[in-house]
């Protein structure tokens, strides 16, 4: 959709640069002239609508579907298919004709589907814009559509609420949000109205502010709104998507350069063919239509075909293992990526908060025991809002859920102790004092439970927990540990407990939280998935380099990837500031060395996968946020995640995680290096074929024998031999060891490690033996010489494709029945090629003659020299390795 030219607001150019969390509440207001106490006026607020357009994410114009699918058949080996499939209908072929088209259509189809994946991805992010919200004009609440609301509007947030606009915090009450989706952060981030002092700040720690799209998980708050629409921060990641360039994949890289070489050499050969036969004397009609037949044989249109089969393929298998192949080409480009730059929340960690350590009596703990203080156990299960919804699953704060399973794991399930020790009252957490108390009664009279940050805690104790009875407390050395733990990227927090005679007057906070007695740390985190390290683990071990790019604390985000081995102790961690003040040139002389890069915002995200690009490297990016959604557009394999994902990541990315498991993605790896070897193999086997075709052609002249095909004989031989035994390489098991073999290089040619020797020698032995049939059948006055050499031709290319199943591996190891689509498609080759031999109404289509049967194990002998020779290829390349 179009945004229509709106009237310029006098204020609207000053307001995209201003710098909103470092102003107070006041300063705001009177910048958008708008009274806090009653809001803007109705004709104001339309004025403003008319000025600054709806609050909406708005869509590019893009090409109509008509030019879409037209677009789709300008690339060069499209062309070159459809000049040949006219060429074929041309001479009679129709059976050509119509398999080239076919080809052709569904390379449209496919292509064409795939130009409307930017839209869908801007269309999910306007799906994020809450419909209607809560808003103070003219000194009233009203209900307001989200679309309607302008800079100025004073919105109303309660737990439960997207924040519609971006919004400077008037006043909040204990309200929290969720910004995981746009800033990585894995725990809601406790909203305050006080005013920042860095200029540079994140948004992650923009706290006097909320943004479009996110969250309000807890309390309330008012906001007031300085960004709508393409103005804020979800608009400007909208902008970024919709200025995405599709990135081609190495397998269309290399074989658009192939296609086009190909053609050119093909039409050159034929050409000399073409004059070398008029000036032998040969009929002219007769060697046009050889040399059209040649050229149409000798270029592999089943090439396409092979590849969307093999890649529809492997996306079938990965579905069966959760994961969804958005875009066909994605499977394959994961054989290639060199680098995965991976979003740490909900990706990497489990994106739930778990107490991993406990400093208690002066040790540190790692995990709960059931010998920790009773009182310590009490105060995780108590001192808690955290509760058991019907299916009996905790719910509540990610950090209450964290201590109350905790209490759980040690045999503390709060739901049973507060039978027991009810709660009489308490002192709720915020955000000034960072403490949270709760008082209960139990046999013994009344207890309070104190938790809260070290800093704010520990000046309440007197004293310290030991088994012993209570020891005095050396502050200090309690806070030097909190740091310690801090550095590692722990959340820290303090507990402390004491004992009441009798029962405090109601709100009195400062009877319940003095003379503590402090029972211990506890350090949270959003644990590493289980799996995660492994797959880290295999990544490396096939060349892969992980790379964490987080929105979360640098100390956080180096303690997972220390974890997860993606990163080591002497590793750097690259913020977010620190990108922002270096250079391209210094970023990029660096950006193949850092592995963590914390407090990032989308645009930087964008520039490190770039920048990785830059250098040559194939980038896989995955996430789940709408903040990874322009990184997912632009890499080349963009990944997002299904279950926790938002819709923006999974429409802008390639592939989604069903299951979101970091580990699918290695699967996705080693079925795409797969696919990369089977479609290698059947170039190699076509071309072989058909460079042998092109050598029989060429070479029988120089040697004085005639002809030694007809136009139908090199058709037949291209219809059955790339065909169905083409197409069953697709299926081929994958290859010993292909995990632990590093990528192929990006620019490496797909003709590579040997590849070009092998067509052109397999080539030419397989037209020596063809030639050599035609020359003993011809020396001895055999009429049917020129059908020796179409079935030598033709069952040579039969051993051949048997052979290069594997690089290495023997077929006789392998056995003739691990690939039975392949084995079948030789033996219905082998059965046709008889029928045309054999069968009397045949003979006069193709211009054979039946053998006879000692003529026929002639032919069978010499075809088998092509598979023995292959074979022996294989065994010297063992011995070399």
Same mark, same amino acid.
């Given at each position: ?50 000025? @600054?357009?709806?609050? $909406? ?8 579907? *008509? ?44 292509? +064409?589907?795939?130009? @409307? ?57 204990? #309200? ?17 109205? %006080? ?13 006097? *502010? ?19 629409? &393409? ?26 350069? +192939? ?18 036969? #008029? ?42 293992? !959760? ?112 403490? $949270? ?119 956080? %985000? ?22 922002? !003040? ?38 896989? $990016? ?13 890499? !080349?394999?963009?990944?997002? $995640? ?86 069953? #390489? ?8 292909? &995990? ?31 030639? @050599? ?28 494709? #048997? ?13 003739? +029945? ?16 008889? %029928? ?21 194990? +002639? ?23």
């Amino acid at each position: 959709m179009q945004a229509t030219k709106k009237q310029e607001h006098p204020e609207k150019s000053k307001r995209f640069e201003t710098p909103w969390h470092l102003l107070e509440p006041w300063q705001a207001a009177a910048w958008l002239k708008v009274d806090p106490e009653k809001g803007l006026d109705h004709e104001e607020s339309q004025r403003r609508l008319d000025a @600054f357009g709806p609050n $909406m994410i708005m869509e590019q114009r893009r090409r109509g579907p *008509m030019r879409m699918f037209i677009g789709q058949f300008t690339d060069f080996m499209i062309i070159v298919l459809i000049l040949a499939g006219i060429v074929s209908g041309l001479i009679g072929e129709s059976s050509d004709t119509i398999a080239i088209a076919v080809i052709v259509v569904l390379n449209g189809v496919i292509g +064409f589907i795939q130009e @409307f994946r930017a839209e869908r991805a801007v269309a999910a992010l306007k799906r994020l814009a809450s419909p209607t919200a809560q808003v103070l004009r003219g000194g009233s609440i009203q209900t307001v559509a989200a679309r309607d609301l302008v800079p100025g509007d004073l919105v109303l947030l309660e737990a439960g609420n997207v924040v519609p606009a971006d919004l400077k915090l008037l006043d909040v009450a204990r #309200l929290k949000v969720e910004e995981a989706a746009l800033t990585g952060e894995s725990l809601p981030v406790e909203k305050s109205r %006080a005013v920042l002092r860095e200029l540079e700040s994140p948004l992650g720690d923009r706290r006097n *502010m909320a943004y479009k799209g996110t969250i309000a998980t807890y309390g309330r708050g008012l906001g007031m709104i300085v960004a709508t629409g &393409m103005e804020t921060e979800l608009g400007k990641i909208a902008r970024l998507l919709s200025q995405d360039k599709e990135s081609k994949t190495p397998l269309q890289q290399r074989l658009a350069v +192939f296609g086009k070489r190909l053609a050119l050499l093909v039409l050159t050969i034929c050409a000399i063919i073409f004059a070398v036969g #008029l000036l032998r004397g040969e009929p002219p009609v007769l060697m046009f239509l050889t040399a059209v037949s040649l050229a149409v044989a000798a270029i592999p249109e089943a090439l396409p075909a092979v590849s969307t089969v093999s890649l529809a393929l492997g996306a079938r298998r990965m579905v069966q293992k !959760n994961a969804l192949i958005r875009r066909l080409p994605a499977v394959e480009t994961l054989g290639s990526v060199t680098f995965i730059c991976s979003d740490k929340t909900g990706t990497l960690t489990q994106n739930r908060m778990q107490a991993e350590a406990f400093y208690v009596e002066e040790s540190m703990r790692e995990g709960i025991a059931q010998d920790f203080p009773p009182p310590l156990l009490h105060a995780l299960a108590l001192n808690n809002d955290a509760r058991r919804d019907e299916q009996g699953i905790v719910v509540g704060d990610p950090t209450e859920t964290a201590l109350y399973e905790a209490a759980v794991r040690a045999g503390y399930d709060g739901a049973e102790l507060v039978k027991t020790m009810p709660r009489l009252d308490e002192v709720p957490f915020d955000s000034e004092r960072k403490l $949270m108390s709760t008082l209960h009664q139990d046999d013994s009279g009344f207890v309070v439970y104190t938790k809260g940050a070290p800093e704010n805690l520990l000046p309440l104790c007197v004293e310290q927990w030991h088994a012993s009875g209570p020891q005095p407390l050396a502050v200090e050395n309690v806070m030097a540990t909190a740091e310690q733990m801090a550095a590692q990227g722990l959340r820290v927090l303090a507990l402390a407990w004491k004992r009441l005679a009798e029962r405090p007057s109601p709100q009195s906070g400062d009877a319940l939280e003095s003379g503590l007695c402090f029972l211990g740390l506890v350090g949270l985190m959003d644990p590493p998935r289980p799996e995660a390290k492994q797959a880290v683990d295999l990544c490396r071990s096939a060349g892969i380099v992980p790379v964490m790019i987080t929105g979360d604390h640098p100390a956080t %985000a180096k303690a997972i990837a220390l974890r997860l081995g993606i990163a080591d102790e002497d590793s750097e961690v690259l913020t977010g500031q620190d990108l922002a !003040n270096m250079s391209l040139e210094e970023f990029e002389q660096r950006v193949n060395s850092v592995r963590v890069y914390a407090r990032v915002a989308p645009e930087q995200k964008i520039k490190i996968v770039q920048a990785l690009q830059d250098k040559g490297e194939f980038v896989a $990016m995955t996430g789940d946020g709408v903040n990874d959604a322009p990184a997912l557009g632009i890499a !080349n394999i963009g990944v997002s $995640m299904g279950k926790i994902g938002t819709d923006v990541a999974r429409e802008a990315s390639h592939m989604v995680l069903l299951d979101d498991n970091f580990a699918t993605i290695v699967t996705a790896v080693r079925e795409g290096r797969r696919i990369f070897d089977n479609i290698r193999k059947f170039i190699k086997y076509a071309l072989t074929g058909n460079s042998a075709e092109i050598w029989t052609l060429f070479l029988a002249p120089f040697i004085g024998l005639p002809i030694p095909l007809l136009p139908i004989h090199i058709l037949w031989i291209n219809l059955v031999t790339d065909g169905l035994p083409g197409l069953a #390489l697709a299926v081929e098991p994958e290859e010993r060891g292909i &995990m632990q073999r590093p990528p192929r290089p990006p620019q490496q040619s797909i003709f590579a490690e040997g590849m070009w020797q092998h067509i052109l020698w397999v080539g030419l032995l397989m037209a020596g033996v063809s030639l @050599f049939a035609q020359g003993w059948a011809y020396v001895n006055d055999s009429p049917r010489w020129q059908s020796m050499v179409f079935t030598v031709l033709t069952l040579s290319q039969m051993g051949h494709v #048997l052979a290069i199943r594997s690089d290495r591996v023997s077929l006789f190891r392998q056995g003739l +029945f691990s690939n039975l689509p392949l084995f079948g498609a030789v033996m219905l080759t082998f059965g046709l090629q008889m %029928a045309v031999l054999y069968v009397p109404a045949l003979q006069p289509i193709f211009k054979t003659q039946a053998l006879s049967l000692n003529e026929l194990m +002639f032919c069978l002998g010499l075809s088998s020299v092509v598979f023995v020779t292959v074979e022996i290829e294989k065994w010297v390349r063992r011995r070399r390795t």
